[in-house]
């Protein structure tokens, strides 16, 4: 087993060694078989077939709501997105009829 001096040594090794297939395989091997994402997520980049990049899933869930906090309409928001790091991939879960969104830095 490899071992890394850094995240930046690490997602290198993967960005270089692994691919979906392979990542897919071994989850399978380890009895993870309900790990791959929704064939309907796609990058937002428009040169998609170079839309590659490797970091640690910092995950949220937005949901609809039917009111607005005046005092503070964007506070949970704003620090989620000030909470992410160096090396992190926010994955941003909405509703499936896309009537809801989030932004970010």
């Known amino acids: 087993m490899s071992t890394f001096n850094n995240d930046a040594e690490l997602f290198y090794f993967i960005k270089e060694n692994l691919y979906v297939a392979a990542v897919c395989d071994i989850l399978d091997e380890l009895g993870f078989r309900n790990q791959a994402m929704h064939q309907r997520l796609r990058p937002l980049l428009p040169d998609a077939e170079n839309c590659g990049f490797i970091g640690r899933a910092r995950t949220f869930r937005w949901m609809e709501t039917d009111y607005i906090e ?3 309409p964007y506070g949970l928001e704003i620090e989620a997105m000030d909470s992410l790091k160096t ?5 941003h879960s909405t509703d499936y009829g896309g009537t809801n969104a989030p932004w970010g830095n």
């Open 70 to 72: 005046e005092e503070n």
């Open 87 to 91: 090396g992190d991939v926010a994955v």
